[in-house]
Every structure is written in structure tokens, then in C-alpha cells.
């Protein structure tokens, strides 16, 4: 466990798999330059929004996707938490939301498929209806870097506290959570939402969103940010891609942790289902 500096891309997400991955290869290598050891892609990176272009985008791990950032994760000697992407399971109809991890070496460290599918509107207009193009996961995941413990999550899932409250009670230190949170309720909730589950847990919280094409009818809101164990504000981007490197003390989310004990002191389970 040591300091260690995360790279939050705020990528744009456009319509085509292959514009989508090079880009991502080019900012990649600008969050490395910059000093990033662990460097993260947001929700969908590969593709927009549009259920024709999520279609599009959809293979099964091992293929170009896989192999194209297990490469640049060796290239670079860096983490890879590589956002998500429409991932084929021959076993379901619809392909899953999967987020893959790769070690320095290129070797995938984790899988971790979104829990919490996004179907809302406001004021009765459809906001998202992500259960139409992608299948439920069904586990909670977390993943060891040789400088802390780490949680995956995405998006819509951080509205949902029992995923980063099982991730304290595991020991992670630090929580990522690529998104595609919309322009629409992104005033609203999206920095709340991620300082809420940052104090909630004692834990830094990662939330690394996209951008929106300009002629993409949903639109993303951008605004990535890192929010450290006491629910503050470590740093942000506003509305243009970018990268944010931030640097991250695991010992400080065990030192809160200690002095406030909240995870531990959880009583739901022991009230509601005993």
C-alpha cells in the first residue's frame, strides 16, 4: 500500500469503435506522460449512447477491445482500468456492460459487469433504458494493485450504497466508477452522488465521465472528479475532454476509516434481515 497517482480520462464518446479506440490509445499515452499509474477509460468508451452503435461495439473479451488496451497497458508499464464496453456472452441475449482491468504486464487483473442498469425519465421524458440493450450483472468486484485495494462500479451504480458499502467491508480504499452520467440530472446529483458514497464509506471515490458527440442525442456530462475519504474534493474537469491525474494515499481512507468507523458500525443487516 503506497501513494500512487490516478489518471481519469474524460474521453468523448463518438459513434464508431475504431475512432473511439484510437483516441483512447493517444490519451492513454498523455495520462502516462503525465505520471499516471493507473489510468481510467469512461462508461462506454467505445461507442455512443445509441442502442445501433452499443450493437456495433459489442464483442467478447479477448478480442480488438481486449487486446487493444492490454497493449497499451504493457507499452506503458500502467493500470488499466479500462472504463466499460458492450461485452458478447453467448449466454444472454443482450451483451453486458463490462469493465476489464489490466495489470502493467497486460494480463486482465479483473471483470466486473454493472449491477444497476439505468431506466428513468423526468418529467416523462425517457432519460434511459439501459435493461433494452444490456443484460444485469450479478457481482460485486474488487481487485488488488500492488499500491491498494480497489472497486469497480458504474455510472447509475452510485446511487446504489450497498455496492460501496460491500466494497469498504472487503477493505478497498478506493472506489472507480466510470460513467456516462447525463447532462440532464448530472447538475443535480452527479458531484453529490460521488462525495455522498466517498463519505458514506470512508473511502476515495473515483468518477470518471464521459463527453457526448455534439450531434448525439444523449448527452454526457462530463465534470470528472475525485472525491477523498472525508467527501472533499480532491480535483475536477468541466464539460471538454481532458485528463486528471490526482494523486491518491490509501493510508488516508484507513486513517478516516479508524477514526470514524461507519462501515463497521453498520447495523442494516443485523435491524432488517436477522
Given amino acids: 500500500m503506497k501513494k500512487f497517482n490516478l489518471g481519469l480520462i474524460q474521453h468523448k464518446n463518438l459513434p464508431d469503435k475504431e475512432a473511439n479506440l484510437d483516441v483512447a490509445e493517444a490519451e492513454i499515452a498523455a495520462a502516462a506522460e503525465k505520471g499516471a499509474d493507473l489510468i481510467v477509460l469512461p462508461e462506454c468508451f467505445v461507442c455512443d449512447s445509441t442502442a445501433r452503435s452499443v450493437a456495433a461495439a459489442a464483442e467478447h473479451v479477448g478480442e480488438e477491445i481486449t487486446e487493444r488496451l492490454s497493449a497499451a497497458a504493457k507499452k506503458h508499464r500502467v493500470w488499466i482500468h479500462g472504463g466499460s464496453f458492450p461485452e458478447t456472452d453467448d449466454r444472454v441475449p443482450l451483451p453486458y456492460n463490462t469493465t476489464l482491468v489490466f495489470r502493467p504486464d497486460g494480463s486482465i487483473a479483473a471483470k466486473y459487469r454493472k449491477l444497476q ?50 466494497a469498504a467491508r472487503r477493505g478497498v480504499e478506493l ?70 491525474v490526482t494523486e491518491i494515499d490509501p493510508a488516508y481512507s484507513l486513517e478516516v476509516r479508524r477514526q470514524l468507523p461507519v462501515v463497521e458500525a453498520n447495523r442494516q443487516k443485523e435491524i432488517l434481515w436477522d
Avoid at 474537469?237 to 481532458?242: A, R
Fill in 117 to 166: 442498469l439505468f431506466d428513468a425519465e423526468l418529467d416523462g421524458k425517457k432519460l434511459g433504458s439501459e435493461s433494452e440493450m444490456f443484460s444485469e450483472g450479478d457481482e460485486i468486484v474488487t481487485y488488488d494493485a500492488e499500491f491498494a485495494k480497489i472497486g469497480a462500479a458504474i455510472c447509475y451504480d452510485v446511487r446504489f450504497p450497498y455496492i460501496f458499502e460491500e
Fill in 175 to 244: 472506489t472507480i466508477l466510470p460513467a456516462a452520467f447525463s447532462a440532464v440530472t448530472g447538475p443535480l446529483y452527479w458531484d453529490l452522488l460521488v462525495r455522498a458514497r466517498a463519505t458514506d464509506t470512508t473511502m476515495y471515490v473515483a468518477g470518471c465521465n464521459a463527453v457526448s458527440h455534439e450531434t448525439n442525442r444523449y448527452q454526457a456530462y462530463g465534470h470528472t472528479l475525485v472525491a477523498d475519504p472525508r467527501g472533499r474534493v480532491l480535483g475536477s474537469l468541466g464539460s471538454e475532454p481532458g485528463i486528471l
